[in-house]
């Protein structure tokens, strides 16, 4: 490992827990401590060269204990706490001129400025699981990229700008959804701000939170799952007929699951309804919106910060902002994780597949 000189920026503080009023827990690394990660993710890059190489993907779990220690400590203990709506972590090294232009399209966005930030992005993630992707998006990549899209301003899907992004659970329709979403900013010059939200189930009566647990609500797969969003080459897959039928017949599901004092949700403000003609159902799900909605807060992800967000505890989503187009837009890159990748193997073609859908 190289030798980094000590000053006074090299001096991590001591971890203290996060505060019971904190919705998020943050860490800011030193410029120490963001060297070291941005060297292991540049080797990684030159032993792997694709972030998505399966060799990698099986490897990034015991490479990411290189990682500095203070970094590891703090993963660990925040994966475990109940009470965060994120972990963040603030000051990772990214080169905006080694970088190049924002994109014009996620197909173009695995640029070789953005490789090491992908590669570090899957490295964190190793600390909380393992990493996966959807055959329906993106065309099936594990790494997805969030950035702002020609004609697509008024979307509902994160690659809208003038729309603002709902706030949701990350494909709230699937029993496989994250546990986390990873997000590594690259680039937000206009400080574009991420929400963030839980459960105000405090503010609920007992019989709603109570029909909140039963089978009397209907989620539908977000558009970013249709084929139009993906490569046309990709339009015939089959994986997209389940898609639809998702959309068509939806199971009943609960919006809450799990311990009463810590539940684990599952709603999206777009793609989220009662069964029909079940008022109490449909009373209960505006009485929980309204509550998000007034709870609901920003976080800006500045470069070089990366969030991971928990996708049991907290919704979130993204102010609307106004796209350049210009090579300087916001741009993000984004990685699903999972706590227990054995959950999915239905739905995955093999043991070592980290794609969901292609059977």
């Excluded at 503080?13 to 690394?29: C, D, G, M, N």
């Excluded at 993963?75 to 972990?87: K, N, T, V």
């Excluded at 839980?198 to 539908?220: C, H, K, M, S, Y």
Aim: glycine fraction near 6%; include cysteine.
């Amino acid at each position: 490992m190289t030798a980094f000189p000590t000053t006074d920026d090299d001096v991590a503080p001591a971890h203290t827990p996060t505060p019971p009023t904190s919705p998020w827990s943050e860490l800011r690394l030193t410029p120490r401590e963001a060297a070291e990660a941005a060297a292991l993710a540049a080797r990684c890059v030159r032993e792997y060269e694709d972030p998505e190489a399966p060799a990698f993907l099986l490897d990034a779990a015991v490479i990411a204990h290189e990682l500095p220690k203070r970094i590891r400590t703090f993963m660990a203990r925040a994966r475990l706490d109940e009470r965060p709506h994120a972990l963040v972590l603030r000051g990772n090294a990214v080169d905006d001129a080694q970088l190049g232009p924002t994109p014009a399209h996620w197909r173009d966005a695995l640029t070789p400025g953005s490789r090491p930030a992908a590669f570090l992005l899957a490295l964190y993630a190793g600390l909380l699981g393992d990493v996966f992707g959807w055959a329906t998006q993106q065309d099936g990549r594990v790494v997805t990229d969030v950035l702002p899209i020609q004609g697509v301003e008024h979307s509902l899907v994160s690659s809208s700008s003038r729309q603002e992004l709902g706030w949701h659970t990350e494909d709230a329709f699937s029993p496989h959804r994250a546990d986390y979403v990873g997000l590594f900013s690259l680039r937000n010059p206009d400080r574009v701000a991420t929400t963030l939200a839980g459960a105000p189930l405090d503010e609920l009566d007992e019989p709603t939170v109570d029909l909140l647990f039963q089978n009397r609500f209907l989620i539908r797969p977000d558009d970013s799952h249709l084929p139009a969003n993906n490569s046309a080459a990709q339009q015939q897959n089959p994986e997209f007929q389940e898609i639809a039928k998702a959309l068509d017949h939806p199971e009943a599901v609960p919006i809450l699951t799990g311990h009463r004092a810590a539940p684990r949700l599952r709603i999206d403000g777009d793609f989220s309804a009662p069964v029909d003609g079940d008022e109490e159902a449909r009373a209960a799900l505006e009485a929980l919106r309204e509550r998000i909605d007034a709870a609901l807060y920003e976080v800006v992800l500045d470069a070089g910060d990366v969030a991971f967000i928990d996708n049991s505890r907290a919704v979130h989503g993204r102010r609307a902002f106004q796209p350049r187009y210009d090579g300087r837009d916001r741009w993000l890159k984004r990685i699903n994780v999972t706590r227990d990748l054995h959950r999915s193997r239905e739905v995955r073609a093999d043991a070592g597949s980290r794609v969901l859908g292609r059977r």
